[in-house]
């Protein structure tokens, strides 16, 4: 009994003492007298404490474990959002939010025990010396890796590395006897934050991003700029499932369409003092009409722009409430590269609206707030969101919004499940779709290879019947089409086939405008600015 209870509680004890040492420390930093304060503190009670478990505990403990398993603990009583990232952990976080990692610079689908090469960046370090889309990674560094149930992690782990090493890798492609061997000189590979930009129509653009990290703001100027050069006049910028990052990322994206001057969030916390950030005249985008598309997992920074936009009244938010993440992070860095991202302060939309939802001590609640959405009907009917007078606000232009946590859509968008048949969900479920489409690219990839644009691709799809070869396929691996389901997923399938198709050979230029056409919030969005127009 006595183990047990010193398992659960010395970790706790030790973290606490550790994480106040470190706070106390940094409160420290600036008093003349802060060496004298902390040789007390160490001295008297932090290092006797450490030393007295390390030297007195029944068995022998590692100093590093605790502080692993007690940190996240101590942590947990806190905020949802209060983290923190060990060490290991760091460097792949770092890259998502930088914008870039160090690689070869290939996408690969690894279903097969083979790794099959879908995509080359281009001007990437494989693409010049000539790796192809379709090759099959045989061997790295001449270890054989094809058909040796060696997991796509591990594989990843072997063609990463630092910028200006080399790894060789030898291929097997189609119609060539023998395998190639390159040698690759692994660089910097960029991980986009905008997934798409394109003209919906002559005067309709849509860009997509996915999340807000280092290279964003750059990414969607770039974006404007080409949309520009095309007509546009109107922007649908689509925020669906970008669940945040760097808040400098998106305010900067927000200033693009505000008039100088204008607030765009301000921050508060108990030890953090009131921040507000305001427009620039530095706007690309002040005369373009702008449309919002959120949706439930759009967060934090999504949330901050669309709440920008909102409350100065410069645009509309199409979709349904945001996710409701409006708490401050700040990173703290420890001596082993690991970090605590601690709550200090919360995002506050112009008009005061507080973007957090409520939480409480049991974090299931919180957790599990999107089901219980779901379950309230509120995905499916406005009506089923209610909020109280208290948490009414007004823009300045007279428009109501509310707080409460999250972003209110101006235009509520029901989520679409009418083509989520038996038939539809078993084709994703087992992989089916996935795999016909692969196999598909993988099979035709010289003629497909001659398309170079989403339209082309899909007039071409459709003239060849692809439909009805992925029913055969399905049928073939236990699907049958004799069901209702059927019928009423016709379309959808049929359109997220070619999307997939065209992912493969010119990836989201060929996807989004394609999948267009089963995006019931898309589409909304569309008929609103041509209605308004008119």
């Known amino acids: 009994m ?64 605790l502080e692993e398993s007690a940190i996240p603990a101590i942590l947990e009583q806190l905020d949802p959002h209060s983290i923190y990232i060990p060490a290991k952990e760091m460097k792949s976080v770092s890259e998502d939010m930088r914008g870039n990692f ?51 992690n591990d ?18 492609r189609r119609n060539v006897p023998d395998l190639i061997d390159v040698e690759i000189i692994r660089g910097e590979i960029p991980l986009y934050s905008v997934d798409v ?56 994206i927000a200033d693009q369409f505000l008039e100088a001057g204008k607030m765009i969030v301000y921050t508060q916390g108990k030890a953090s003092p009131r921040q507000e950030i305001y427009s620039t005249t530095k706007g690309v985008c002040k005369n373009i009409e702008l449309v919002i598309l959120q949706d439930e997992f759009a967060a934090s920074a999504s949330e901050i722009l669309a709440g920008a936009i909102q409350d100065n009244d410069r645009g509309t938010i199409i979709g349904r409430r945001s996710f409701g993440k409006g708490l401050v992070q700040e990173p703290y860095q420890l001596s082993d590269g690991s970090v605590i991202r601690l709550t200090i302060a919360r995002y506050y939309t112009p008009t005061g609206r507080s973007i957090q939802k409520p939480y409480s001590e049991d974090k299931n609640e919180y957790y599990n707030d999107l089901l219980e959405r779901y379950h309230n009907g509120e995905f499916s009917e406005a009506d089923s969101i209610h909020f109280t007078d208290s948490l009414k606000y007004l823009t300045p232009a007279g428009n109501v919004v509310y707080g409460g946590g999250g972003i209110m859509p101006d235009i509520f968008v029901p989520l679409d499940t009418s083509g989520y048949t038996k038939y539809y969900t078993e084709t994703v479920r087992k992989g089916v779709l996935y795999n016909f489409t692969f196999e598909y690219v993988d099979n035709h990839r010289d003629i497909l290879n ?85």
Do not use: C, W
């Open 2 to 65: 006595s183990n047990k209870i010193n398992k659960i509680y010395l970790p706790i004890i030790f973290a606490v003492i550790l994480i106040a040492g470190i706070i106390l420390g940094k409160a420290l930093n600036n008093n003349p007298h802060q060496n004298d304060m902390y040789s007390y503190l160490s001295n008297d009670k932090l290092s006797r404490i450490i030393d007295y478990i390390e030297t007195r505990y029944v068995d022998t403990v590692s100093r590093a474990k």
């Open 102 to 152: 160090e690689g070869i610079g290939v996408v690969f689908n690894h279903q097969t025990d083979t790794s099959i090469i879908i995509s080359v960046i281009s001007g990437g370090p494989s693409d010049k010396v000539g790796v192809l889309a379709g090759d099959r990674i045989i061997k790295v560094n001449d270890s054989l890796i094809a058909g040796q149930k060696i997991p796509s």
């Open 155 to 172: 594989i990843v782990g072997m063609l990463k590395g630092e910028k200006g090493t080399k790894v060789k890798v030898s291929l097997q």
């Open 197 to 252: 930009s394109y003209m919906i129509d002559q005067e309709i653009g849509y860009i997509k991003i996915n999340r807000f990290a280092e290279t964003t703001f750059r990414e969607f100027v770039e974006g404007v700029e080409k949309l520009k050069k095309q007509g546009l006049k109107k922007l649908i910028l689509d925020l669906r499932g970008n669940t945040g990052g760097y808040m400098v990322a998106a305010t900067n």
């Open 450 to 534: 001659k398309y170079t644009d989403a339209a082309a691709i899909n007039d071409y799809l459709e003239s060849i019947h692809i439909f009805n070869q992925f029913t055969d396929y399905a049928e073939q691996n236990g699907i049958s089409r004799n069901t209702k389901g059927y019928i009423h997923s016709k379309h959808l399938v049929n359109t997220q086939l070619k999307a997939n198709i065209a992912r493969n050979i010119i990836d989201n230029d060929g996807f989004y405008p394609i999948f267009q056409d089963v995006d019931t919030t898309l589409k909304v969005a569309i008929k609103y600015l041509k209605e308004k127009t008119e």
